[in-house]
């Protein structure tokens, strides 16, 4: 058996198990919408990220949601080094996070974490701006809720 190497070395991501954790990021953390992914964030006092990734059954049987949850999985292992710390951050697929091109996932959750304040200072002039032409009427940059403003756009 082959085994093969990438540029990071692979570490096991702290996660988000406990159904009231989760409620609690829902409820009281902040949130940002893209048409690929919904990115719940809340400061967790721990000084490393926790992640949650959510699929629902609505987006297919469970080779599809395994799926859609390795994609998040790998887009937030990339971007980790680029994140702030002490956040628990919670993935929710949608739809076009299962089939969609993996570069404009991986932008979306960039794009995400930039509305969210959640990219470290150095990392804040390179964010990515691509753009998502043609997405059948969806905001292309998404939409931020729960700010300081304590506004929810409405959907």
């Known amino acids: 058996m082959t085994v093969l190497t990438g540029s990071q070395p692979m570490k096991k991501t702290a996660t988000i198990k406990e159904n009231r954790t989760f409620q609690r990021i829902y409820k009281r953390g902040r949130s940002a919408l893209t048409p ?5 964030c809340r400061p ?12 629902s059954t ?10 859609a949850r ?9 971007a980790q080094p680029n994140l ?4 628990d951050l919670v993935l929710v697929a949608r739809a076009r996070s299962v089939n969609g091109p993996y570069v404009r996932l ?6 995400a974490c930039a509305q969210l304040g959640l990219r470290r200072e150095d990392q804040q002039a390179g964010v990515v701006q691509e753009a998502d032409e043609g997405l059948d009427g969806e905001a292309a940059g998404g939409l931020l809720r729960g700010g300081p403003s304590g506004g929810e756009s409405g959907d």
């Open 58 to 67: 609505k987006l297919g049987g469970a080779v599809v949601r395994n799926r």
């Open 36 to 40: 690929f992914l919904v990115l719940y």
């Open 106 to 111: 991986a932008a979306a959750f960039d794009r």
């Open 44 to 55: 967790n006092n721990l000084g490393h990220n926790r992640l949650g990734v959510t699929v």
């Open 84 to 87: 702030k710390q002490g956040y």
């Open 70 to 78: 390795r994609r998040l999985r790998e887009v937030y292992r990339l």
